[in-house]
């Protein structure tokens, strides 16, 4: 299920690059220009799963459309601002925003905190969800592939796993650190993370009968767990 992103943002050049973004990282985006279009998306039946709210808008500013949204929704919102002094208020979340970025923002980080503030409100799919011959089995801490057993560390099961529960998104070496630690590190390096999932991917690429390459790098971002299936992306 793809996640809907509404961008509220009245500025066209930072509105094109949000959302150019965030659908380069795989969400569904809608964009509103004003305060009163925001609302009409915002308290509408179908709320967006997450909106980045820019604070100065024509018309209703945007903490004034959070302050309404609130009222009807309590969907996930990033809020954009520019006044330094708007911080505080944020961060005690007494407007009831999920995070902020102060601008100018870098986008690869504004990427990245939407996705933080959507999997901290949705728990990630069961790892048996997902499609594929890949299956792991919790007990054993242990993968097997059409079948067949595929040997892993603990540490590779632990990134296995965190990719295979977030699969379709491209996971940063930062997220694996946190979410694929075996409590047993000695290693806790972004590095080391590369060097796991190289292996994770060896092994894998070795257990299946057609050769796929179930791990996908993605460069300066991280990884992603890409079966087959999806990677075939044709007919039905
Ligand atoms: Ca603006």
Redesign the pocket.
Known sequence: MTARILVV???PD?AGIVLDYLRHAGFDTEHAVDGASALAHLTGTHPPDLTVL?V??PGIDGLEVLRRARRHTDSPVIVLTARVEEVDRLIGLELGADDYICKPFSPREMVARVKAVLRRRTPPPPPEAVPGALLLDEAQQQATLHGTPVPLTPREFHLLRALMARHGNVLSRAHLLEHAGDGAAQDPSERAVDSHVKNLRRKLRAADPAGHDWIRSVYGVGFAFDPPDAQADGGD
């Open positions: 943002e009245d500025e930072i820019d100065m808008l």
